[in-house]
């Protein structure tokens, strides 16, 4: 880290360890709160790990509830940063879910579709996979969804505490691949692991510096 990048560091940390408050859900667009603030969403295949990412990144043990069913958030989750508010998180519905009635799939689609293509606050989208997994053929759906919304994204991967080092340096390398292929998508992938804090300083400075572009 050169000396900028360790002041961002440091300016996020102190922001995350501040105030950081749930402020809405919005099960439909007309439920967004007004677009005052820059916004930076998070999204991923449902049990990615996004709900400990958040209490991770914001240091707290549930800002964002963590749900042993996969798919049950399917609402927009809004929260503020800062004191005065500087920016939001926002965490998105989880996809892939398997046993979801098609009607449910239907209106995520059209929620998650409408929020990126109109949202005008919103920076930067943090796309969760999984570290065991990889990218998978839902992770690409998602990726053309933002591709398509011109919403630039950063490919986080989750977990990475979980496996070898020498897998998680292949599934990195194919992240690294799949991200040249798409047009909005971030070229530095970042390697996290809630447990274990890994990434999390990097992430916080990453997701800073987005916000105040």
């Not at 509830?65 to 998180?89: A, M």
């Not at 990726?143 to 990195?172: F, N, P, Q």
Request: proline fraction near 6%.
């Amino acid at each position: 880290m050169d000396d900028a990048q360790q002041e961002l560091a440091e300016r996020a940390g102190r922001l995350f360890s501040g105030r950081v408050e749930f402020l809405k859900s919005a099960p439909g667009l007309q439920f967004l709160p007004d677009p005052d603030f820059p916004e930076i969403a998070f999204c991923g295949r449902s049990n990615v790990g996004k709900s400990s990412l958040l209490n991770a990144l914001t240091g707290r043990k549930a800002i964002a509830r963590t749900s042993v069913t996969p798919g049950r958030t399917q609402e927009l989750n809004f929260f503020e940063v800062g004191e005065p508010t500087l920016f939001r998180l926002v965490d998105m519905p989880g996809y892939g879910f398997a046993k979801a009635p098609p009607k449910v799939v239907e209106k995520w689609r059209a929620l998650v579709r409408s929020f990126l293509r109109g949202r005008v606050p919103l920076k930067r989208t943090l796309l969760l996979v999984d570290s065991r997994h990889g990218i998978k053929e839902v992770d690409r759906e998602m990726m053309r969804m933002l591709d398509e919304a011109a919403v630039g994204y950063r490919i986080v991967l989750t977990k990475a505490d979980k496996i070898k080092a020498s897998e998680l340096a292949k599934v990195l390398e194919a992240a690294a691949a799949e991200a040249k292929k798409h047009p909005a998508a971030y070229p530095v992938i970042h390697v996290t692991s809630s447990e274990k804090k890994m990434g999390i300083e990097e992430l916080r400075a990453a997701v800073l510096a987005d916000a105040e572009v």
